[in-house]
């Protein structure tokens, strides 16, 4: 298993009108991408691979800055030559998500009608509106049909939304550490962040670029918030457990605790680079996600318009998407006679679980992309 | 059962310098508490119950206010005449900790060392010390053995901590919905808490009573972080769920659930009441007790020094001292072939169980005071 190397992003300009959710509209947009891997003769090897929260088109590879020093895809150790996700077999595509920070236009990005950063008035986007910008991608790339379509986390909503937006257009949905909606808990954890960042008076109602400032505070306070929810309480002991930075209590607010260095240590990096719009819109996002809701809350009925097969695999110390989220996918989708593979990893590391090196986790994924191949092999013969 | 009926706060004065665990002194302090019931001939039906992060010594009772509107004591479905810690038959004492922002001696009260109020300054407090200042306040009652210290979450460590401290002076020690150490993740939400405020630009360094400002975004932010660890998922999603509070998605980042609207009207009401500085020392009382930990982490070693009788309650849903911290106790306490009562009670309200009506946890205490009781009765026979 070898790294793709070093990769460099695409970008594609989109000058039709998107209709979204909200009712609103985005006039034109741009939609920044990697591919890795090379597009078959009968373009039926392709995977859209979507991210989740803090993540961007950057899934594999790696970028050189001018020190030398790599910037490496967040999903390289699934995505590459003979890697589970093997892109000398897969033609596989990284996108970067409308209203996101890298790339792709979003808040910090002219306002075409104002001349301005479109700001606080960037539209409210939901996991629909990111499925049908990918569609339109897919459309100029050539691919009527996908392999697959994967994601985690609020990547695996979107490998749900295009089963369900556009069944016929993916032959298989990988759906890993996901849930079909929010939980009460889960809506409340972003609403605290967002929060911290709409009263940061650094925001300025959103138009913070023009002040010459970043909410710096708030995007730290949200970013710790996020980071102890993608840890089990089981690692968090494993790893920092109570240990003090100074062998002994300071006795005043400072840094005790490493767990309190780590996590600040996390906000302070977050903080410097993600954009606070952002941060707004792809938790709304995450919460506006629950595609049974227009069936009347039923699962099942919601899934009875996939036509992909389904690969799900939950984490057991996983609290945030708990594996009970992706066994009441699974169940419904065996009710709708679908075909489905499940796995439930028994992990230490909570959410993040779906980004880390477990070995049972990578297994269950590579055997499954080597029956898609396979699968995909017997049709061309 | 009735209520205590209108109650009203006392204080004591004590002139005595108090050492505290972090080395430094408080020259003199005052405590704010309240007694209900008849200290009896013998000195020895008194019941010192201890609070929680956002209580006082108003635990039962009500005062009214201007308006008629009566302002109940916090436990009062558990401290009354007739109620499971009976007022009838114990004289019990609520006391207002030390860096409180309900009376007794905290961060906004004048430094008579500086003749200003002593903000950030206010020396670090732990649970030892807070004991140490109840002792203090049981010497000037004439209470040389309580009958029981009781109380529950950080309230439970300080009577843990009385068992310890000052084995001789309790029979039974009635430790709810409590721990004996925070965890990793317990201490990260702490954290991120303190973070908030301490990032509010109103905080002034602690100092910012002198510029007439109160750092309402952080203990707004604060406070939401918090209930959501007070509260079980399973009850969010029965109370709450993804209800919407306009009936459908408004796309904007004002309230769209009835999560949102709850968390955040707990946030400014918290805002409006409680101290910022308080809320810093609290947290920090919170993370830095571990008795165990002059002990090399065994706390059946360290449960050794106990002397008393005990009754630990825990409630299965609560996730932030669940179930398996009070086992440890228990089995701690066992090692040491103490007398100990363990009820473990399947309500579904998390953390807050401990504060709210059951019919089986009110029962559990109610007997175990009754058998209090009849050991004092038999006693003085």
Redesign the interface.
Known sequence: MTSIGIVSPQSMHFAEPLQL????TLADYTLVYETYGTLNAERSNAVLVCHALNASHHVAGYYLNDKGEKNIGWWDNMVGPGKPLDTDKFFVIGVNNLGSCFGSTGPMHTNPATGKPYGASF??VTVEDWVDAQARLADRLGITQFAAVMGGSLGGMQALAWSLRYPERLRHCVVIASTP?????N???N??A???I????DFHGGDFYAHGVVPK?GL??AR??GH?TY?S?DD??E????DLRAGK?Q???GV??E??SY??YQ?DKFSEYFDANTY?LIT?AL??F?PAREHGGDLSKTLAHTQAQFLLVSFATDWRFAPPRSREMVQALVNNKRKVAYAEIDAPHGHDAFLLEDPRYLRTVRTYYEQVWQQLRKEAA
């Open positions: 959710q909200s009712g609103a539209p409210v909606k929010l939980s009460a808990q809506i409340a954890f609403d605290v967002r929060q911290a709409l009263t940061d008076p505070r730290r306070v710790m918030i102890i840890l309480d968090m002991a790893k920092f457990g109570r209590y006795f005043d607010f005790d605790f767990i309190e996590l600040r906000g707004l709304k919460d506006y629950d």
